[in-house]
């Protein structure tokens, strides 16, 4: 069983979670709030013989300098903004209450899924550490969003992954 962050209610999620999921997804969020969702989940009883497993949803904006990438989200983020008014038609409909809508309010990102929130956006060092610091509070699994999506997953897997391999983190 996947469960994800926009799904149901918060309390009531992390008991299900706890109880009958394999993988949690976590939209992108900074480091603390994860680490927070991550010793509230594991905190509740697990009636499953397998551990959960912990799952993060992030954008990644990667350049040779945390310089550029910055400049990157400030120009997608304009975009975004000139395109608020499809978001909100795609959002009618859809429970102003979502968890997935607080995490908007609270940590204005690009992209899906709490995007830029997690904060991989920087130099290709940043960008490894931080994938780094994610996988020590717990995220075995990263659903990564690009955009343009076959340059940026290439840039990605060409100058952040053989940094994360360095630090020892995957094989």
Do not use: C
């Amino acid at each position: 069983m996947l469960l994800s962050t926009s799904e149901g209610h918060l309390i009531w999620r992390k008991y299900l979670v706890a109880e009958q999921a394999d993988i949690y997804f976590i939209n992108g969020q900074p480091i603390e709030d994860v680490r927070k969702v991550i010793k509230q989940v594991l905190s509740r009883p697990r009636t499953l013989p397998k551990p959960v497993h912990f799952g993060l949803s992030a954008f990644v904006i990667a350049r040779s300098t945390d310089a550029e990438a910055q400049a990157e989200l400030e120009r997608l983020m304009a975009l975004q903004k000139q395109e608020e008014h499809l978001k909100l038609s795609v959002a009618k409909g859809v429970d102003p209450e979502a968890v997935m809508f607080q995490l908007f309010a609270k940590n204005p990102a690009v992209g899906g899924n709490g995007g830029t929130a997690a904060g991989l956006v920087g130099s290709y060092d940043t960008v490894a550490t931080r994938v780094a610091d994610f996988v020590d509070v717990g995220i075995e699994t990263f659903m990564l969003q690009f955009n343009p999506f076959a340059q940026e997953m290439t840039r990605f897997a060409q100058e952040i992954m053989p940094r994360v391999r360095s630090l020892k983190l995957v094989a």
